[in-house]
């Protein structure tokens, strides 16, 4: 009898546990507010490579990334997509292929951020608290901030924008078009991604220009808001004699404000002389838009005055929020903002983080490595390394500031699968490593 009543007292135990974590979960789905271990905004390039690596350490439940879009583009795939090499689906994949497993996946925008309450807001009013924050949200393109755009892409065809995924896939067919002409490429006076990505769509125009026979009749334009053609003097020193030889005209401090599309008219301040316009015809009209921070970080109370997320530039965490950390063009870290200075962050800010969440010393340091691979036509490129210094940071041991075939090989693919299989899966920090192992003790300067 006392056996029997033991065994019924035990099941009533096992009966009501069971009802408090059944109603544990059922009060959390009603409470507007979720709570994680980790959360990352962002599903960009540094958003799933934060996302995969402390999936791995933290387990499922524990990591939450806030990301809208359903689809995932390797952005960098885009000059050769306009350049006719690629095309738009090569860059695409779907959202939930590329985030990992385990984490939650809010599919929602981050509209507000409470760094003393620890929580992010989304657009669907859903509040989302966090131990520690991750921010990726990238750059949004300004297109509205030029007077005239984006309607001249509905009015004119020969108006493209290799950074626009409605506009990309335009580029190509624009290039076959042009018949002679001003051809005109421009860059901003704001930071962008991939500083180099407005003159690498040029360089293979002007090649299709000449293997179409309309080079001759054509005025191929370089209008940058930049003082110079490139940041860094070795890399500046090669692409200066390519645009020389090849007889592209290069026009500095000139911002582009205005597009009229009826007219074919193109409008751009001399930034040396503020206020004065200068108006150019255009046959064919590469747009790069002024960018900045998604509108919704760039007023919240994370970010400097520039609108970008404040971090240490070294150890990537905030300057004001120990447990906030950011990744990516977002961030105020000042380098040129490339997937490939994502990957060396990433690397970085795991180890930072992970000992800021064990109450460790930070020990590992973001020397503002970054890379562009200039394309310079089909089958060359440059590939620039650099660091904070606007120093070359070579990986290979040759002089990479020749246009080579291997290096074009290397953008065109196998930097593409180094994206999708490694760095979203949060298995690889750039090839500092590597580095030292190919070069065999030499410097980095890539004299050889």
Same mark, same amino acid.
């Given at each position: 009898?006392?056996?029997?009543?033991?065994?019924?007292?035990?099941?009533?135990?096992?009966?009501?546990?069971?009802?408090? +974590?059944?109603?544990?979960?059922?009060?959390?789905?009603?409470?507007?507010?979720?709570?994680? !271990?980790?959360?990352?905004?962002?599903?960009?390039?540094?958003?799933?490579?934060?996302?995969?690596?402390?999936?791995?350490?933290?387990?499922?439940?524990?990591?939450?990334?806030?990301?809208?879009?359903?689809?995932?583009?390797?952005?960098?795939?885009?000059?050769?997509?306009?350049?006719?090499?690629?095309?738009?689906?090569?860059?695409?994949?779907?959202?939930?292929?590329?985030?990992? $497993?385990?984490?939650?996946?809010?599919?929602? %925008?981050?509209?507000?951020?409470?760094?003393?309450?620890? !929580?992010?807001?989304?657009?669907?009013?859903?509040?989302?608290?966090?131990?520690?924050?991750?921010?990726?949200?990238?750059?949004? @393109?300004?297109?509205?901030?030029?007077?005239?755009?984006?309607?001249?892409?509905?009015?004119?065809?020969? =108006?493209?924008?290799?950074?626009?995924? !409605?506009? /990309?896939?335009?580029?190509?067919?624009?290039?076959? !078009?042009?018949?002679?002409?001003?051809?005109?490429?421009?860059?901003?006076?704001?930071?962008?991604?991939?500083?180099?990505?407005?003159?690498?769509?040029?360089?293979?125009?002007?090649?299709?220009?000449?293997?179409?026979?309309?080079?001759?009749?054509?005025?191929?334009?370089?209008?940058?808001? @930049?003082? =110079?053609?490139?940041?860094?003097?070795?890399?500046?020193?090669?692409?200066?004699?390519?645009?020389? $030889?090849?007889?592209?005209?290069?026009?500095? %401090?000139?911002?582009?404000?205005?597009?009229?599309?009826?007219?074919?008219?193109? /409008?751009?301040?001399?930034?040396?002389?503020?206020?004065?316009?200068?108006?150019?015809?255009?046959?064919?009209?590469?747009?790069?838009?002024?960018? +900045?921070?998604?509108?919704?970080?760039?007023? +919240?109370?994370?970010?400097?005055?520039?609108?970008?997320?404040? =971090?240490?530039?070294?150890?990537?965490?905030?300057?004001?929020?120990?447990?906030?950390?950011?990744?990516?063009?977002?961030?105020?870290?000042?380098?040129?903002?490339?997937? #490939?200075? =994502? $990957?060396?962050? +990433?690397?970085?800010?795991?180890?930072?983080?992970?000992?800021?969440?064990?109450?460790? %010393?930070?020990?590992?340091?973001?020397?503002?490595?970054?890379?562009?691979?200039?394309?310079?036509?089909?089958?060359?490129?440059?590939?620039?390394?650099?660091?904070?210094?606007?120093?070359?940071?070579?990986?290979?041991?040759?002089?990479?500031?020749?246009?080579?075939?291997?290096?074009?090989?290397?953008? #065109?693919?196998?930097?593409?699968?180094?994206?999708?299989?490694?760095?979203?899966?949060?298995?690889?920090?750039?090839?500092?490593?590597?580095?030292?192992?190919?070069?065999?003790?030499?410097?980095?300067?890539?004299?050889?």
């Amino acid at each position: 009898m006392k056996m029997a009543c033991k065994l019924l007292q035990n099941s009533r135990v096992v009966i009501l546990e069971g009802f408090k +974590s059944r109603s544990r979960k059922f009060s959390t789905s009603l409470n507007a507010q979720k709570n994680y !271990k980790l959360v990352v905004v962002g599903g960009g390039s540094g958003g799933c490579a934060v996302a995969s690596k402390f999936v791995k350490k933290l387990g499922a439940g524990n990591v939450a990334v806030i990301e809208p879009n359903q689809t995932h583009y390797y952005q960098p795939m885009f000059t050769l997509i306009g350049g006719g090499i690629k095309t738009l689906s090569d860059s695409a994949r779907p959202m939930k292929s590329v985030l990992p $497993a385990k984490c939650d996946w809010i599919q929602s %925008k981050a509209v507000n951020f409470d760094p003393v309450g620890q !929580k992010v807001t989304t657009a669907s009013g859903e509040e989302v608290g966090y131990d520690y924050l991750v921010v990726a949200m990238g750059l949004q @393109l300004n297109f509205n901030k030029i007077k005239g755009l984006p309607e001249a892409f509905d009015l004119d065809p020969q =108006v493209v924008s290799n950074y626009w995924t !409605k506009t /990309v896939v335009n580029t190509y067919p624009a290039i076959q !078009k042009f018949k002679g002409g001003n051809a005109i490429f421009t860059f901003p006076n704001t930071p962008i991604k991939c500083a180099g990505a407005p003159q690498k769509i040029m360089y293979l125009a002007e090649e299709l220009f000449r293997k179409n026979k309309t080079r001759q009749d054509s005025e191929v334009i370089f209008n940058t808001a @930049l003082g =110079v053609i490139f940041g860094v003097k070795k890399y500046a020193e090669s692409l200066q004699k390519i645009v020389t $030889a090849r007889n592209i005209k290069v026009n500095y %401090k000139r911002n582009l404000v205005e597009v009229r599309g009826a007219e074919r008219e193109a /409008v751009f301040e001399n930034l040396d002389k503020p206020g004065e316009m200068e108006v150019f015809k255009y046959d064919l009209l590469h747009v790069t838009p002024p960018m +900045s921070t998604p509108d919704e970080l760039r007023t +919240s109370a994370i970010v400097n005055e520039a609108g970008f997320v404040n =971090v240490n530039k070294e150890t990537l965490q905030h300057t004001d929020y120990p447990n906030i950390f950011s990744i990516g063009d977002c961030n105020s870290a000042p380098t040129s903002k490339t997937a #490939a200075a =994502v $990957a060396a962050q +990433s690397g970085v800010l795991e180890r930072n983080l992970s000992a800021v969440m064990n109450g460790a %010393k930070q020990s590992a340091q973001y020397d503002g490595y970054t890379s562009c691979p200039l394309i310079t036509s089909r089958g060359k490129c440059i590939l620039a390394e650099f660091d904070y210094d606007a120093q070359p940071l070579e990986t290979f041991p040759v002089n990479q500031g020749k246009e080579r075939s291997s290096m074009y090989h290397l953008k #065109a693919s196998v930097m593409p699968e180094l994206y999708w299989k490694m760095l979203l899966k949060g298995n690889w920090n750039g090839p500092g490593v590597y580095r030292k192992l190919m070069r065999f003790g030499m410097g980095s300067s890539g004299k050889a």
